[in-house]
Each structure stands twice: as C-alpha cells, then as structure tokens.
C-alpha cells in the first residue's frame, strides 16, 4: 500500500509535536515559518527547492 502526503503535511506534523512534547514556543515556530516564507522570495530560492525536490526523490527512490 502506497500512502501520499504532501511535504507541509509532514512538516505541520513534526512542528505539532514539536510544540505538543518539546516545549518548543509557538512564537518560534511562528518566527522560523515567517523566515521560510521571505526566504523563499530571495535569490536562494531555487537552490532550496532544487535540493528538497533531490532529497525527496532519493527518499522516494530508495522504497522501490
């Protein structure tokens, strides 16, 4: 059986256990989702989605 989540579903999970069992603040989390989101409207941008979309294909590679 083959599940598809999307990346940010995964990542909303991890940063809700984060919060929920870490102690992590939610205003950091708020602080470090906003720097995401500037960050990807500089130059640095396409460096960073190529290397995601790299690394999930040799995730998705590897379960073949």
Known sequence: MT???????????????AVKFLGVRTWIVVLIALFGFWLSHTFMAPAIESGTRSGVDIVNGSHN
């Open 3 to 17: 599940v598809s989540l999307p990346l940010v579903v995964v990542l909303g999970f991890f940063t809700w256990g």
